[in-house]
């Protein structure tokens, strides 16, 4: 059977995405009873970090121990990645060590070089273009507070970077139409919103944005890598951040989400997470739970081999 990887939604069908983020709450529940359960047991995931990491590495580390796994962590620091070995060298040696290797890397080109190279499946733990594993955690939020997100409108307020990218895919896979306000310049990727057609509208204004939303979504101005245009980017930005009076032009009941970390007074004002409306304490940790369904939906289960 060819090795299935997790690059992108769009390497799921829409099906399997909701069995996912299905599959995450029943994981969820699972572990707030206490069942102990490990599918995974003497699996070996490998995490391989170009990018400095809270949630996604606690998130893959707990869930792999929590399915009966481990997880080895790996700096540029530590491998021979970042000392020049060819990413395919690297792919074909540790994927026949490893039963799934998760990557978290600037260049999205790195994570399909290494997928195909790789025998082992590849998780896509943040790319400068991606971010789908964070979208899982953000759907499943979604389904256990409002149900389907099916039909409904979501917008993103900020930056066009990977995290929108992702929100324009989950567009796609899980039928919502998407609103995204940002200044000019600062769109999404062409070849994703080429992709995407009339199920995503560009403005500049975020109140029209936000007009009727269901969920409105926003991240950091200035993400990892572009330090040296914060200054910049704070003024250009300075009229899209989310505060409460923004969510009052959305739908009664709007949700507001934020992958994390939050820079308060910034993309969001300084009270904004204490808003009953934000649900972005579940929503960080859903990434536990979807992406321990996505680790056992990958990884082929260690009873297989009894």
Not at 34 to 44: A, S, Y
Not at 93 to 114: G, P
Request: aromatic share 6%; glycine share 6%.
């Amino acid at each position: 059977m060819s090795v299935r990887h997790f690059l992108s939604l769009m390497d799921c069908t829409p099906q399997e995405l909701v069995g996912l983020i299905r599959r995450g709450i029943e994981l969820k529940d699972l572990r707030n009873r206490g069942v102990l359960f490990e599918p995974l047991k003497n699996r070996v995931l490998g995490m391989i970090f170009e990018k400095a990491s809270t949630r996604t590495r606690l998130s893959f580390e707990a869930g792999m121990i929590q399915l009966g796994g481990q997880a080895i962590f790996l700096s540029p620091r530590d491998t021979q990645l970042g000392r020049g070995e060819p990413v395919s060298d690297c792919a074909q040696v540790m994927s026949r060590m490893l039963d799934a290797v998760m990557i978290r890397t600037f260049a999205h080109s790195t994570l399909t070089e290494f997928a195909t190279n790789s025998q082992a499946p590849v998780i896509n733990g943040l790319s400068d273009d991606l971010h789908p594993c964070q979208l899982l955690a953000d759907m499943q939020t979604f389904l256990e507070h409002r149900g389907s997100i099916q039909g409904k409108t979501v917008a993103w307020i900020g930056d066009g970077n990977n995290m929108c990218n992702s929100y324009i895919e989950a567009a796609l896979q899980f039928d919502f139409q998407l609103r995204i306000a940002c200044p000019e310049g600062y769109e999404p990727k062409a070849e994703f919103l080429a992709q995407a057609g009339d199920r995503v509208q560009v403005l500049r204004d975020p109140h029209a944005a936000v007009a009727g939303a269901h969920l409105i979504s926003t991240d950091v101005w200035t993400s990892m890598g572009q330090e040296a245009e914060a200054a910049e980017r704070l003024a250009l930005f300075k009229p899209y951040q989310v505060t409460r009076e923004l969510l009052d032009s959305a739908a009664d009941d709007v949700l507001f989400m934020h992958c994390l970390p939050a820079h308060r007074g910034e993309e969001i004002s300084m009270d904004l997470l204490d808003d009953p409306r934000a649900v972005v304490w579940d929503q960080a940790e859903n990434r536990l739970h979807a992406q321990k369904a996505l680790l056992e939906f990958l990884v082929e289960p260690a009873y297989h081999h009894a």
